[in-house]
C-alpha cells in the first residue's frame, strides 16, 4: 500500500515558479514510478510529468515541456513538480501517483495510488 501527500498549492500571478511536493509512504517507493496529473474544472484528468525510480526517462506533457521539472528523492520518499513561467492554463488542480512497478505512462489508468490533490491557480 502507498499513501501520497500533495502540498504547495496555491494563487500565484502569470510567470510566477511554484514547487509542488508529493510525500510517499511505502515499501515499494524507491522502485515505483512517480507521476503528476492535472484535472481542470469540466476536464479529464491530464498526464503532466512521470519519473521512474532509475536515472532516466523521464516524460512530459508536451504543454509543460522546458517549463516544469519532475524530480524525486527516494531517501525522504519524496516527489517534486517545479513550474515555471506559469500560466493561466496550468491552473488545476494536481495529483500525484504512483505505479509500484514498471514504466513511466501517460495514461492515468496506468497508476494504482492517488494522492487528494493540492489546488493551483495561475491569475492573469
Known amino acids: 500500500q502507498v499513501q501520497l501527500v500533495e502540498s504547495g498549492g496555491g494563487l500565484v500571478q502569470a510567470g510566477d515558479s511554484r514547487r509542488l511536493s508529493c510525500a510517499a509512504s511505502g515499501r515499494t517507493f524507491d522502485t515505483s514510478v512517480m507521476a503528476w496529473f492535472r484535472q481542470a474544472p469540466g476536464k479529464e484528468r491530464d498526464f503532466v510529468a512521470a519519473i521512474p525510480w532509475r536515472v532516466g526517462s523521464k516524460r512530459y506533457a508536451d504543454s509543460v515541456k522546458g517549463r516544469f521539472t519532475i524530480s524525486r528523492d527516494n531517501i525522504k520518499n519524496m516527489v517534486y513538480l517545479q513550474m515555471n513561467s506559469l500560466k493561466p492554463e496550468d491552473t488545476a488542480v494536481y495529483y500525484c501517483?504512483?505505479?509500484?512497478?514498471?514504466?513511466?505512462?501517460?495514461?492515468?489508468?496506468?497508476?494504482?495510488?492517488w494522492g487528494q490533490g493540492t489546488q493551483v491557480t495561475v491569475s492573469s
Open positions: 501517483a504512483c505505479l509500484p512497478r514498471g514504466e513511466p505512462s501517460t495514461r492515468a489508468d496506468g497508476y494504482n495510488y
